[in-house]
């Protein structure tokens, strides 16, 4: 399926991004669901698209199953060939969707490791403090240990000014760390205490913080932004130290090391903040609805596993203090 096949995916591809809006991360996901589609038929010897069956999907599938692929990742693969079977039937390339009667299997309702309310206070205190100090705590950011040793005391500040509000900003609203490397300075609404996040699929949405990430930012944009930034700034809320915007491998590393800085709390990514926050959101009493719209989820079962994780923590801490559990 070499030449016109892939030319196919291709022109899927460009329709994801062109007309789609869908962000580069998820035009790479859907191009290597699809190349390993697109090997697989090589290997059953169908020679175009018109002539992929649900046999050979359900094939597929199980091959990337019994390869050791994760529920989650062949969960993915069936949305990927959904998707591109109902493009590929619309633009004549199928005469029929043969993914129309493809199954997921159901995703394990966990999450990973999540912070304790105690811990999320230790760490962002930790990063308070380290402002007030000058940036001179043991944590160091990527961009701390890049520059260690050679910039001046104001550009270590800026940092550690800079981490302190990228942290807050990230426990307060639970955003992903796309939309939070994407915020221009005018995405923030000071008066109402709102971020304005572009989300997954160009979905536009208004999160709110709190006071301490207020302060957080204020101090960020009024003394560490002017510090770090150069010409090609531009509009851009976060800077790395060379003034370009922050890219998410630098707020990985910052999340990273505030996390493991904190003795016994889980090393997390970005992500393991906005699993905290909304955890914290719903045993705190919110309703699902209200976290579905705060995370930007696009359906209300995929907040439901919060539940999950709410009752689990209530059933362990039952067996624990309960005489009779």
């Known amino acids: ?52 069956t649900l046999t050979h999907l359900r094939g597929w599938l199980a091959g990337v199953s019994e390869s050791g692929a994760s529920r989650t990742t062949v969960a993915r693969r069936v949305s990927s060939a959904r998707t591109f079977c109902r493009w590929a039937k619309k633009q004549g390339v199928m005469a029929t969707d043969p993914s129309v009667r493809l199954t997921a299997p159901k995703r394990h309702a966990s999450l990973p490791d999540v912070l304790q309310a105690s811990q999320a206070a230790q760490i962002l205190d930790a990063a308070r403090d380290r402002t007030s100090a000058g940036g001179t705590g043991e944590t160091r950011s990527s961009d701390a240990a890049e520059r260690a040793g050679g910039e001046s005391d104001p550009t270590t500040r800026a940092v550690a000014l800079r981490d302190a509000a990228v942290l807050e900003l990230l426990y307060a609203t639970g955003m992903r760390v796309g939309e939070l ?11 109402n205490r709102l971020v304005r996040v572009m989300g997954k699929g160009r979905k536009e949405r208004m999160v709110p913080y709190g006071a301490p990430a207020e302060t957080a930012l204020r101090l960020w944009r009024s003394t560490g932004r002017p510090t770090l930034a150069q010409a090609a700034s531009g509009k851009a809320l976060f800077l790395g130290v060379r003034g370009g915007r922050i890219d998410q491998r630098q707020v990985r590393s910052i999340v990273h090391a505030a996390t493991s800085a904190v003795e016994g709390a889980p090393d997390l990514a970005p992500h393991g903040l906005r ?41 362990a801490g039952y067996v624990q203090a309960h005489p009779r559990a």
């Open 1 to 52: 399926m070499s030449g016109p096949a892939a030319s196919v995916i291709e022109r899927f591809l460009d329709h994801l991004s062109a007309e789609r809006e869908r962000s580069p991360h998820t035009v790479r996901a859907y191009a290597g669901d699809l190349e390993s589609l697109r090997h697989h038929l090589d290997e059953v010897g169908v020679g175009s698209w018109g002539d992929l």
């Open 181 to 191: 490397v994407a915020l221009d300075e005018a995405s923030l609404d000071e008066t």
């Open 275 to 315: 699993h905290s926050a909304a955890t914290h959101l719903v045993e705190g009493g919110a309703d699902l609805r209200t976290v579905q719209e705060y995370l930007g989820h696009a359906s209300l079962s995929t907040t439901q596993i919060y539940t999950h994780v709410s009752a689990e923590r209530l059933r």
